[in-house]
């Protein structure tokens, strides 16, 4: 692909997983009261308003406040540069890469905007599961890293599976 295809690409696809992220934050910001939960789908998914100051499933949210902006902010700040230069250089990015990598930049950024804005906090309000068996709380922003990361990996796998072939 094309290094000015990729770049558009690259960037159009992480700005559609930033303003689906910040949309939904600030539509449920304004629709959910503190300590409110909505449940649809017979309780499956669960809308509650949270403010994360950790990562994905408030990983690391107890770290020393300094330690937890230095790798909340400037570390992820370096990976998504990491893997914006990963798009800039590779030549030989499949199509599966370039949306993975999309979807982790959008996401990523739109966290990132959270955390400047609001004191190094992220709003989450999602939640799913059956019973007791649930996930944490997360938001959309979460689920476009996710989904890039799981794309990575099995594009992964294709690629090996396709040279042992």
């Not at 770290?63 to 570390?75: A, I, S």
């Not at 990361?149 to 594009?155: H, N, R, S």
Request: hydrophobic content about 55%; overall charge positive; some cysteine.
């Amino acid at each position: 692909m094309l290094f000015k295809s990729r770049i558009i690409w690259a960037l159009l696809g992480a700005l559609a997983w930033i303003v689906a992220d910040q949309l939904s934050k600030a539509f449920f910001k304004d629709m959910l009261k503190p300590d409110e939960v909505l449940s649809l789908f017979a309780g499956s998914l669960l809308l509650l308003p949270s403010y994360n100051h950790g990562a994905f499933l408030s990983l690391g949210a107890n770290l020393p406040l300094q330690l937890r902006n230095l790798v909340f902010t400037y570390g992820v700040i370096a990976l998504l540069a990491g893997l914006l230069i990963w798009v800039i250089r590779s030549e030989r990015l499949r199509r599966m890469e370039l949306i993975a990598v999309a979807s982790i930049l959008g996401g990523g950024l739109s966290n990132l905007l959270d955390r400047c804005i609001y004191g190094g906090q992220v709003f989450d309000f999602l939640n799913l599961g059956v019973g007791n068996l649930r996930t944490g709380i997360f938001n959309v922003a979460d689920v476009g890293i996710t989904f890039g990361v799981v794309l990575l990996i099995l594009g992964s796998f294709l690629q090996r599976s396709k040279r042992v072939a």
